[in-house]
């Protein structure tokens, strides 16, 4: 324990998304959520209801301050918070039920978000198609996985996605599982979009009007396939659209340490360069062509729909200053 009462677990998993040990917007929701029952688990605290739910409104502010941009991360501390809210639990154990019922049911029905998406997605693609896609989406895995076994594959170009080369990863599960792939430079994706048939990317965050926010040059990516007439699918669970997007509210971006563009020892010979590091860019809603979520296929400018449908609930909630400035209380009436 912390001396604030936070299990170390909890501080690990929190500390593990920050520095991207944990990574990919729907990992880091469902590490949120276990962190959440974990907490719950192992509250050292006075066992009575009113201190359990500061308890755990202190746990969820530490989660969601650790990364901003995927909104994942947030809707999945808000699912849990909401239904420990919902639960109204008369006794201390009701209200750790609460909690840990809630997060065991977010965690697995995010992962069945994730094969409905693929299967749906797989269906998609055309016989022998070559598929482009960039950084590493579990998601967009999953679908290419899913696609091959189908027998529609020929081959996956698959970006480095620099700075921290994510693509690596991807190349290493798709080649685990059979799937030919051919890793290049983010910047040869023009040159090769001529052979592409499909774009195929997750996303961290859908805005309401259907921008797409997802790593780093994704942007670039899409511009490409638009210019080449290639569609562009976008994997994404309901949980990674923002409801705060609905009252306007911008997708924040992060920008991470200088260190991961150069190494630090030239950042010293070489002073008077800045260097700026964006972890995200947003796509707009026209160089998209459809959003692919469990309960559907979406024109981009759809979301808003889905966002009525499965967060309406989160928008009374929403006060103006996003997820960061909700606090627990904000769940009570
Ligand atoms: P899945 C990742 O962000 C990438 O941007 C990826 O496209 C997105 O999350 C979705 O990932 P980061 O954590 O949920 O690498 O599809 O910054 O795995």
Redesign the pocket.
């Known amino acids: 324990m912390t001396e604030q009462g936070v299990p170390l677990k909890v501080i690990e998993i929190a500390e593990g998304i920050k520095t991207?040990r944990i990574?990919?917007?729907?990992?880091?929701a469902r590490a949120a959520a276990e962190a959440l029952k974990i907490a719950a688990l192992e509250y050292g605290g006075v066992k009575e209801v009113s201190p359990f739910k500061k308890y755990v409104g202190k746990v969820a502010d530490l989660l969601i301050a650790t990364r901003p941009t995927?909104v994942s991360l947030p809707n999945a501390v808000m699912y849990v918070l909401a239904s420990l809210h919902r639960a109204n639990p008369r006794t201390f154990e009701d209200a750790v039920n609460a909690v840990v019922f809630s997060a065991e049911k977010f965690i697995n029905e995010s992962i069945n978000a994730v094969k409905i998406i693929a299967e749906t997605a797989a269906k998609r693609i055309r016989e022998n198609s070559t598929i482009l896609t960039h950084?590493?989406?579990?998601?967009?895995i999953s679908a290419i996985i899913e696609a091959y076994k189908l027998g529609r594959l020929v081959k996956v170009y698959s970006t480095e996605t620099r700075p921290i080369f994510?693509g690596r990863i991807t190349a290493k599960q798709l080649l685990e599982n059979g799937v030919p792939v051919v890793q290049i430079p983010d910047s040869a994706v023009r040159y090769v979009m001529h052979e592409v048939d499909h774009v195929i990317?997750?996303?961290?965050t859908v805005a309401s009007n259907g921008a797409v926010v997802?790593?780093i040059g994704t942007s670039q990516v899409a511009l490409a396939a638009k210019e080449a007439r290639v569609r562009v699918y976008v994997v994404a669970e309901t949980y990674k659209f923002s409801p705060t997007t609905l009252i306007g509210e911008p997708v924040p971006i992060e920008f991470r340490d200088p260190a991961e563009i150069v190494p630090e020892s030239w950042l010293r010979n070489h002073p008077r360069v800045k260097v700026l590091n964006p972890?995200?860019d947003v796509t707009p809603p026209e160089h998209i062509d459809a959003i692919i979520t469990e309960i559907g296929v979406i024109p981009p400018q759809a979301a808003i729909l889905v966002l009525m449908e499965r967060l309406g609930w989160a928008l009374d909630k929403i006060k103006q200053g996003g997820f960061a400035k909700i606090k627990f209380e904000d769940f009570t009436e």
């Open positions: 991207m990574r990919g917007a729907g990992r880091i995927a950084c590493h989406s579990s998601v967009a994510q990317i997750g996303a961290d997802n790593k972890s995200f």
